[in-house]
């Protein structure tokens, strides 16, 4: 089945800096997400990264704090723009209707971890 | 109110032990439902979709109930490896999913 590649796994990076995560598909798929879990918390979902047009945020998400890039149907990046501590988290990458896979559902990437000093 | 909602835990019980998890939903047009896994310092795994028919996958049994807006996880004969985060997930119209906050699971020996 279809593969999810999702990178870095982790990083930590100083505040007032920029971090792009990219997701990487092995399969054409028509929606890709990015989530943000929060320590201790469950998965808030961010944006959906459409492919030629621009990305659709859900409410307290700012595409100029998470510019999001789709270029094709097997790609994707997330930004992090101009961090700080608060944006400490685990970034997620998803996507739906996977190729070959046993259930319908959604897949999600192994994750970024994120620490911001 | 939140809009899935379900017990943090943690749920502590011995191997082999049933444990049952509900999980409520509060947008009646909710279309989809589902069932993840999630270990600690791992992404969400998908467990099982949950059908209104209810559905069995092994040891794990889901039931959608539509009319009270409640969803249910029962996993048989615990095993020790079923320690992890149940998250209750809901699928509304737009592919939008949400997720509950997870119940906690803990089989010990």
């Known amino acids: 089945s279809a593969v999810i590649s999702q990178k870095p796994s982790r990083d930590i990076c100083q505040r007032g800096t920029s971090l792009t995560i990219q997701c990487q598909v092995d399969?054409?798929?028509?929606?890709m997400f990015w989530y943000r879990q929060q320590p201790g918390q469950s998965l808030t979902l961010i944006a959906t990264?459409?492919?030629?047009?621009?990305?659709?945020?859900e409410s307290g998400f700012v595409i100029d704090k998470f510019p999001i890039s789709r270029p094709n149907l097997t790609f994707s990046t997330l930004t992090v723009s101009n961090m700080s501590p608060e944006d400490s988290s685990i970034y997620l990458c998803?996507?739906?209707?996977?190729?070959?896979?046993?259930?319908?559902?959604?897949?999600f990437g192994s994750g970024t971890r994120l620490t911001v000093v | 109110r939140k809009e899935v909602e379900q017990d943090p835990g943690p749920f502590n019980v011995p191997e082999g032990a049933t444990v049952a998890f509900n999980c409520t939903y509060s947008?009646?047009?909710?279309?989809?439902f589902f069932w993840y896994r999630q270990d600690c310092r791992k992404e969400p795994k998908l467990l099982m979709s949950?059908?209104?028919s209810g559905n069995e996958d092994g040891r794990f049994t889901a039931q959608l109930n539509r009319a009270s807006q409640y969803i249910s996880l029962l996993i048989r004969d615990s095993k020790l490896s079923d320690s992890a985060t149940y998250l209750c997930?809901?699928?509304?119209?737009?592919?939008?999913?949400?997720f509950g906050g997870g119940t906690r699971l803990m089989v010990k020996p």
């Open positions: 998803s996507v739906d209707r996977l190729p070959g896979a046993a259930n319908y559902g959604y897949t």
């Open positions: 990264a459409n492919q030629g047009s621009e990305a659709t945020y």
């Open positions: 399969s054409q798929v028509t929606m």
């Open positions: 949950v059908y209104s």
């Open positions: 997930v809901v699928n509304d119209a737009g592919n939008m999913l949400t």
């Open positions: 947008n009646s047009a909710s279309q989809s």
